[in-house]
Structures are given as structure tokens and as C-alpha cells.
């Protein structure tokens, strides 16, 4: 075992556990702070996976924007700790069963070779030729979200 | 460059014409010195026009007036200045200032003044039109024009019955003959594509020669209606009822001209079939004779006039028939004067005998005048002299034009037109002297007839007519007498000058002025070449004078009883009818046209086309009913139809939406799985979807 | 086993953890987290692939992955606004809350 299968391994691991503990730790505040070093976990996988303008985009919204938002509105929610779930029953089964479907599927094919790195230059250019009418209409949705979201939290005015 | 501005000639008048329509009260005179300065712009405009004509020979300029284009044709008026239109400019716009300035004084007083002012300088303006346009459309324009001036003038006192019928009868009449040559242009404009009267005059007589008799009669109907040939002259007369003015410019010495002068126009197109100038001859003589006839009976003096003008027309027409051109045009010329002449006096006379008489009518008629000649010296010798001239006296202007003509009927040989016409210069003589020594002869029998006929006392307030009067009076009657000096002198070269104008369509005249055209006589012989022409119109016309001297001033010729029985109560009886022609106008337009013509139409609108209006508005309703049946069944039953079912299946989509958020997950990841087992067990059918998911995104 | 295969099955397990925290929990904003931990097990197994792939292909997959970012941040954004309604009109900020499908 290489250094860096050792170190995917572990960050994978701290992922898996985090994402665990983000969904079930009783403090919604927990929570929250959990799915953040997820969320900076997974930018450092796409790292290794030589995606490194994804990564830090991921880091920059994900972690820094949605992990924000989060904290700010738990802050506008009362705390009134969470009553007793009551639905564990269907969703664990439903898991088990997507679960058992992966493996068996995954048993019949075979996984790709070869490494690829997507330079940041290629994608940029990519991006603003090809897909730049996508990026047009993503940032028109995104002032409309903005709009709608104002909006929605009270904003009449 | 004068003659750049001859635009100017006829547009003056007529923007002066509306000026004074609008602000003419607030002026002195009411609009008059807008008259007379229209007039005496076209006149002075005229003469520097001619002078600068003449002297560098620009016969033949014309200008062209665009006014509505449409891709390849358009519409235009043109002008041309040429030896025609020179001479009638002028002769126009003098005598128009002459009678501008005269009706200062004899329409003083009279209300709604520059409605008179206003419309008679829009007479001037389009009798200009008239005789200076070269396309038939702007000649047609004036003539229309002149035509509805006439129709106000004369009924310039609308408020007299007399007067407003005069007027409609005027203008119905001349529309008859308007009718006829409308059709002969519209045929020429079919025929040849264009209206320039220049054109026409070279490509009409290339015509089949029958079309072209038709052609030129139907213009020549035209003429006969404007310038009151038999049989559309009943109107002349009743067109009296007008001031006397517009009698002296309009129906003396211009507007009944227009006819003479469309001939004189269209001659080549009139000359070049031997039918045509057959036609134009006869109507001519004869209306010249039965004209005079009716004046021997007529005691109205204006009415006299009218005869006569009529009966002189008849002369000129009679000499254009026969090829006498320059005649025709040269009696045109001396006839404006002292007709204009003889009318102004008229005027005076019965100016004056309205503050005497009061009654319109009556202070027309002779018998109650009578020894005016001692209070009214200068009338009654400029009449002297315009009276003179119409009998064709030497040495004045109307011997020498009235010899001509007679001369040109002798060339041409037709014996009924000869003798017609020198038959009527007896008569001419004999009915103008009787007017002038009933009026200003003997005693005035005004008081006497006035107390006999019980009317209201009498002033005895006779007196001379103001200076405005009486000085286009004089000026008119030198005028004629100068003529008469000058006439003899430029025969030769007036007929030089007139054979300008024919030249271009290769008629020539003659020694005479005489145009060398084909006239064949239709009764030839009996004509005494034996005596020169002078000798005979002289003849004639003296005894004339003689039998009126010997009847009405020396009063040794009793006419009174010559008419009282036997023959000569007969004829009287007839002429004093007009030969009926007034009862024949009635009969036609009360009974044939009002009563049959208003029925037909009143049966064909009601039943025609009401009927089809009728049966339209049924025909729409019965559509109307059709479509409101579709409409309500099918497309509202198809409306209705989706709308139930789309009731029925949103009732039953109904029963997914449960609310709980839980259950929708749930339903999500089940059919992701449900998906995915798809994929799993059956990768043969699904995959190309999913590979073709794959590629779309 | 290579680091493919090993990412694929974390990713698996990562989004088995999402999906169990989707279905199970109640609160608002833990449903809200779960679906952002299933969104990036989506994408970490895209890379992951796009990771072993001829470029273009990777190139196309990291735009994917670029959108879907943006896409679930807007996403979240939506989801804390209409939670903010639901606890100013219901108290409280529990998801079965609104059950029912008419105005309150």
C-alpha cells in the first residue's frame, strides 16, 4: 500500500464518518459543523482526482456558501431540540435495498484505467465557448433565486 | 419674360375672386376695387404678354401644369399664349375693367356686393382658363366654370323667383350641350390618348370620316349650348334677370363667345368634314334669322339685346361654317365692344328708370321710356353709336366684320345661308333703331303709362348716369368707332396673323381670310354676284333704319295696326311666343323629365334596389343563423367535451398528492430503484435510452 | 481493487448515508443537509470516473459537476426561504408538518 492510497483511504473514512454524524447527531448545530468538514473533504478528494478548479469551487460555495446559509438559518429556526423520529423504519429498509443493488450491478462491470488531469486553462476555455449560453442561463437563475428567495423570506417590500 | 408669368393672368382673378369673398366687406366699394384691380392686372399682364408675343414671335408658347401623376399617365393643364388666346386675353380683361369700373355706380347700394365682386372675378379668371388653356380637360375646366359663374351671376338676386329659375334654366341648358361634348372629347381621348387640343387638332382628321362628322358636331352642340344657337338659346333671354352688367360682360361680350371660339380652336378637327361645317352654317344662319325675328316683337330692352346677341353669334357661327375664319373672328371682336356697349347703356337707362318705376320689370320695358335722348346726352349717343355698329353702318366697326362675313357666304355659295344673313342685317337694323327711338325718341310716356295701368305715382326724376357710368360709355364707343378706322386697314394682316394658327395643321387662308376648306353648299345658286358686298348690307341695313325711323319716331308708318289684324297679328302671335321654344323647354323638362324620368328611377330605386338590398340583408341573416348553430353545438360541445374529461382524469391524478413530504421522497427513490432494476435485468432494451440520456446531457 | 473501485463504493455508502438521513429525519434543516451529502456523493462519483476517461469526456463531466454545484447551493438557498415560511406560519419547522394540500 502506497502513501496515497493510505491517504485517500483516510480522507474517504473521515467522509463517510462525518457524513454519518452530520445526519445523526441530535444538535442541528452539529450537524451542520459535521456536513462542513464533509464538504472540505470531498474538495480535497477532487484534488487527488486532478479536478482542481472543481475542488475549489467546491470548497469556495459549498463549504463558504451553503454551510453559511445553514448556520444562518438554523439561527432564524427555533431550537426546540427535534421530537423522537418516527420514520426510521422505511428509510433504513430503503437504504438497505439501493445498498444490496449497487453491489450486485457493480459485481457484473469493471472499472475504467488510466489517469486523467483536467487542467484548469482547458476547462476555462471549454466552459466559456461551449457551454457559455449554460452559464448565461445559471446566472440569470441564480438573480432569480436571489429574487425569489428575498421574496419569499419577506422581502414585499 | 412677361410671358413666363402668364400663369398669373387667370390665377389673380381668381385668388382675388376668394379674397373678396372673405374680407370683401370690410373694404370700400365692398370688394369693388378688388374687381376692378383683378381686371386691370389681367389686362396690363395681357398687353406686356401680347407686346413681348409679338415682337419676338413666341406664338405657340405653352406651359404645362403636372397635377396628379400615376406611374406612366398623368393629368395636366396646360396654357398656351397664341394668336387665338392673345386677342381674347385682351379683349376679356378690357372689357372686365371696363365693367368693373361701371358697376361701381350701378350696383351701388345693393346688398351682398362682394358676393357680386367675388364671382365675377372668378368669371374673369375662368373665361382666361377657358380661352387661354391648350388641353380640352382645362378647357372643359373653364367652361364648367364660367358656367357655374353664370348660374350665380344671374341669379345674383336669388331672392326674386324670376332670377333663380332664370339662372337653373341657364345653367340645365348649357349642360345639354356640355353632355355632347363631353362625349366627342372622351371619344378623341379614347381614340388618341391624349387631351392637348394641338395634338388633337393634327391626328383627329385622320378619322373615319362619318366619326369625324359626329365628332365635330357633337363639339359644335357644346358650342350651341354656351353660345345659345338654336335650339338651346331659350335660356339668353331669360338670363336677363340678372344685373345688367353681368348681361354686358357675360352673355353680351364673353361668355357666349366661348362657343365661337371652341370652333375656332378645334377648327381643323370641325373643318375637315364638309357634314360638320354644313351643320355649323345652317344652325348658324338660322338662328341668326329667327333671332332677329323675335326681336322685332319685344318691348324688354335688355331683352332686345339678347336676341341680338344671339342672332350675332349666329353670324359668327354661320361664317365659321362657310371657312370664313378670320370673319368669324373679327365680328367676334367688334361684337364684344359695342354689344358690351349697347348693354351699358341698357344699363344707365334702366338704372335710371328704376328710381322711377320701381318695378324691375317694368323699368325694363320701352314702352314706358321715351324721350330720354335731352336729359341723357351721353348714353343716349354712345348708344347712337353702338346701335350704328350693329346695323353694320360704315364706317364703323361692325360694317366692316358683318361685310366680311357676308363676303365669306358669298365666296361659299350656299344660297339659304347668304340670303338668311343679309335678310337679317334688314332686320338687325330695323329692331335696334326701334329700341333706340323708343327710348330716347318722343315723349317719355312713363307717367302716362303708369297712371293708365294704376301703378304709383311717378317722380319725374330723370337725369344722367355718374361718371362711372358713363365713361366706360365713351371709352366702349370709341373703341368701336376706332376699330372701325383700323378694321379696313388690317384686314390683310389680321387674316395673316389668324393663318398663324392654322398653318400647323395646313389650312390656309385665303385673300379674304377665308380658309381654304371643303364647304360644299347644300343649295347653291341664286346669289346676285352683281353687286359688291358693301352695297348690299348697306342696302339692307338702311331700309331697316328707315322703316323703324318712319315707324316709331316720325310715327307715319302705323305699325300698331299692321299688327292688329290679319297676317300680321299672326305673326306677331308667333313671334311674341319665341315660336313656342319656352313652352316646348317647359313641356320637356316638367312633363317628359320630371314626371317619366323621376318615375322610372323612383320604380328601378324601390324596386331594383331596395330588392337587392333586401335579399342581401336576408342572405346574411340565414348565414348568420348557420354559423350560430355550429358554433353552439360542435365547437361548444368540443370545449365542454375536454373540459369534463379533463375534470375526471384530475380527479383520479388526485389520489397521488398526499401532502406528506416523506412519502414523495419515498416515491422518488422507489422509482430510482425501480430504474435502476431496469437497467440491471434488462440492459438490452434500456440501455440506448440511457445512452441516449447520457449524450443529451 | 483500484482507487476507482474505492471511491465508487465510498461514494455508494456516502449517498446510502444521505438517502437514509433523507427518509428518516424530520427537521427541516437535516433533510436539507441530507440532500446536499446525497449531491456530492452524485458528483465525487462523476469525477471519480471523469478521473479515468479521455479528456474531452472529462472536461464534459467536470462542467457537469460545475453546474450541479452551483445548482444545489441555489437549491439550498430556495429550501432555507420556504423553511423560514413554514415556521412563521406553522411554529414550528418540522417537514410533515404541511401536510395538507390547501391554504392554511
Known amino acids: ?157 | ?697 | 481493487m483500484n482507487e476507482t473501485s474505492i471511491i465508487l463504493y465510498s461514494s455508494i455508502i456516502m449517498f446510502a448515508i444521505g438517502l437514509y438521513g433523507l427518509t428518516t429525519r424530520r427537521n427541516a434543516i437535516r433533510m436539507l443537509i441530507s440532500i446536499e451529502i446525497l449531491l456530492n456523493a452524485a458528483n465525487l462519483n462523476i469525477i471519480n470516473f471523469a478521473h479515468r476517461t479521455a479528456l474531452t469526456n472529462a472536461m464534459q463531466a467536470q462542467v457537469l459537476v460545475l453546474f450541479s454545484i452551483a445548482l444545489a447551493a441555489i437549491e439550498a438557498a430556495i429550501g432555507i426561504g420556504i423553511f423560514i415560511n413554514l415556521y412563521r406560519i406553522y411554529g414550528e419547522a418540522e417537514i410533515d408538518i404541511a401536510k395538507k394540500l390547501r391554504e392554511v
Open chain 1, 1 to 157: 500500500m502506497d502513501l496515497y492510497l493510505v491517504s485517500l483511504l483516510t480522507i474517504l473514512a473521515i467522509a463517510a464518518i462525518s457524513a454519518f454524524l452530520a445526519v445523526e447527531s441530535r444538535e442541528l448545530m452539529h450537524g451542520v459543523f459535521f456536513l462542513g468538514v464533509f464538504l472540505v473533504t470531498m474538495g480535497a478528494i477532487y484534488f487527488l482526482l486532478g479536478a482542481e478548479f472543481i475542488g475549489v469551487v467546491q470548497i469556495l460555495l459549498y463549504a463558504g456558501g451553503v454551510v453559511v446559509l445553514l448556520i444562518f438559518a438554523l439561527m432564524l429556526l427555533p431550537r426546540r431540540g427535534e421530537r423522537e423520529v418516527i420514520y426510521r423504519g422505511p428509510g433504513t429498509g430503503i437504504v438497505m435495498i439501493f445498498l444490496v443493488l449497487f453491489f450486485l450491478m457493480l459485481g457484473k462491470s469493471s472499472p475504467p484505467s488510466g489517469a486523467v488531469r483536467v487542467p484548469t486553462s482547458l476547462l476555462a476555455e471549454t466552459v466559456l465557448s461551449q457551454y457559455l449560453l449554460l452559464i448565461l442561463l445559471l446566472s440569470l437563475l441564480i438573480i432569480v433565486i436571489l429574487v425569489a428567495a428575498s421574496y419569499l423570506v419577506g422581502g414585499e417590500r
Open chain 2, 1 to 697: 419674360m412677361f410671358i413666363e408669368y402668364a400663369w398669373l393672368v387667370l390665377l389673380v382673378p381668381i385668388f382675388l375672386s376668394l379674397l373678396t369673398l372673405l374680407i370683401g366687406k370690410r373694404t370700400p366699394q365692398e370688394g369693388g376695387y378688388f374687381g376692378v384691380v383683378g381686371a386691370f392686372f389681367s389686362l396690363i399682364l395681357s398687353i406686356l404678354i401680347a407686346l413681348e408675343t409679338i415682337t419676338n414671335n413666341l406664338y405657340g408658347y405653352k406651359s404645362v401644369f403636372k397635377w396628379l401623376t400615376i406611374g406612366n399617365n398623368s393629368l395636366y393643364f396646360s396654357i398656351i399664349i397664341d394668336q387665338l388666346s392673345l386677342i381674347m386675353m385682351l379683349i376679356v380683361s378690357f372689357i372686365a375693367t371696363l365693367i368693373m369700373v361701371y358697376s361701381f355706380g350701378y350696383m351701388h347700394g345693393e346688398e351682398g356686393l362682394p358676393r357680386y365682386y367675388s364671382e365675377m372675378l372668378l368669371f374673369v379668371g375662368s373665361m382666361l382658363i377657358l380661352v387661354m388653356a391648350a388641353d380640352f380637360l382645362f378647357l372643359f375646366v373653364g367652361w364648367e366654370l364660367v358656367g357655374i359663374c353664370s348660374y350665380l351671376l344671374i341669379g345674383f338676386w336669388y331672392k326674386r323667383p324670376p332670377a333663380a329659375s332664370a339662372a337653373k334654366k341657364a345653367f340645365l341648358t348649357t349642360r345639354m350641350g356640355d353632355i355632347f361634348m363631353l362625349a366627342g372629347i372622351a371619344y378623341l381621348y379614347y381614340k388618341f390618348g391624349t387631351l392637348d387640343i394641338l395634338e388633337l387638332n393634327h391626328l383627329a382628321p385622320s378619322l373615319d370620316i362619318k366619326i369625324l362628322t359626329l365628332i365635330g358636331i357633337f363639339l359644335f352642340i357644346g358650342a350651341m349650348g354656351k353660345s345659345a344657337q338654336f335650339p338651346l338659346m331659350a335660356w339668353l333671354w331669360d338670363a336677363m334677370e340678372g344685373p345688367t352688367t353681368v348681361s354686358a360682360i357675360l352673355h353680351s361680350s364673353t361668355m357666349v363667345k366661348a362657343g365661337v371660339y371652341l370652333v375656332l380652336r378645334a377648327y381643323p378637327i370641325i373643318s375637315a368634314s364638309p357634314q360638320s361645317l354644313l351643320f355649323v352654317a345652317y344652325i348658324g344662319s338660322f338662328t341668326a334669322f329667327i333671332a332677329a325675328t323675335m326681336a322685332l316683337v319685344e318691348w324688354d330692352i335688355k331683352r332686345v339685346l339678347a336676341y341680338s346677341t344671339i342672332s350675332q353669334i349666329g353670324y359668327m357661327m354661320a361664317a365659321l361654317g362657310v371657312g370664313g375664319y378670320a370673319p368669324g373672328y373679327l365680328h367676334l371682336i367688334s361684337h364684344a365692344f359695342f354689344k358690351a356697349l349697347l348693354f351699358l347703356c341698357a344699363g344707365s337707362v334702366v338704372h335710371m328708370m328704376h328710381e322711377i318705376v320701381h318695378d324691375p320689370w317694368l323699368s325694363r320695358d320701352m314702352r314706358y321710356m321715351g324721350g330720354l335722348y335731352r336729359p341723357m346726352k351721353i348714353t343716349a349717343l354712345t348708344m347712337f353709336i353702338g346701335a350704328l355698329a350693329l346695323a353694320g353702318i360704315f364706317p364703323l366697326s361692325g360694317f366692316w366684320s358683318k361685310d366680311a362675313v357676308i363676303e365669306a357666304a358669298l365666296e361659299a355659295g350656299d344660297a339659304v345661308v347668304y340670303w338668311l344673313l343679309v335678310v337679317t342685317a334688314f332686320l338687325t337694323a330695323f329692331y335696334i333703331m326701334r329700341l333706340w327711338f323708343n327710348t330716347f325718341w318722343g315723349e317719355f310716356r312713363a307717367p302716362q303709362m303708369l297712371k293708365e295701368h294704376r301703378h304709383s305715382e311717378v317722380k319725374a326724376h330723370i337725369h344722367e348716369s355718374p361718371r362711372v357710368m358713363t365713361v366706360p360709355l365713351m371709352i366702349l364707343a370709341g373703341v368701336s368707332v376706332l376699330l372701325g378706322f383700323i378694321m379696313p386697314l388690317f384686314k390683310e394682316s389680321f387674316a395673316e396673323f389668324l393663318g398663324g394658327y392654322l398653318e400647323h395643321y395646313g389650312i390656309t387662308l385665303e385673300h379674304a381670310g377665308i380658309a381654304h376648306i371643303k364647304f360644299e353648299p347644300l343649295v347653291s345658286g341664286y346669289i346676285p354676284e352683281v353687286f359688291p358686298v358693301w352695297g348690299i348690307s348697306t342696302i339692307f341695313a338702311g331700309l331697316g333704319i328707315y322703316v323703324a325711323y318712319e315707324a316709331y319716331a316720325t310715327k307715319r308708318l302705323a305699325i300698331d295696326k299692321l299688327v292688329a289684324s290679319g297676317v300680321g297679328k299672326v305673326l306677331y302671335k308667333i313671334l311674341d311666343a319665341k315660336y313656342g321654344l319656352d313652352h316646348l323647354y317647359l313641356l320637356l323638362s316638367e312633363k317628359f323629365a320630371w314626371k317619366c324620368l323621376a318615375r322610372a328611377a323612383d320604380w328601378f330605386d324601390v324596386k331594383v334596389v331596395d330588392g337587392i338590398v333586401n335579399g342581401i340583408a336576408k342572405a346574411g341573416v340565414l348565414v348568420a343563423k348557420g354559423a350560430d348553430m355550429f358554433d353552439l353545438g360542435v365547437i361548444d360541445g368540443i370545449v365542454n367535451g375536454i373540459g369534463i374529461s379533463l375534470k375526471k382524469l384530475g380527479g383520479w391524478l388526485r389520489k397521488i398528492e398526499v401532502g406528506i413530504i416523506q412519502i414523495y421522497i419515498m416515491l422518488i427513490v422507489v422509482g430510482a430503484i425501480f430504474l435502476l432494476l431496469l437497467g440491471f435485468f434488462a440492459p438490452t432494451y434500456f440501455s440506448p435510452i440511457i445512452r441516449w440520456l447520457g449524450i443529451s446531457l
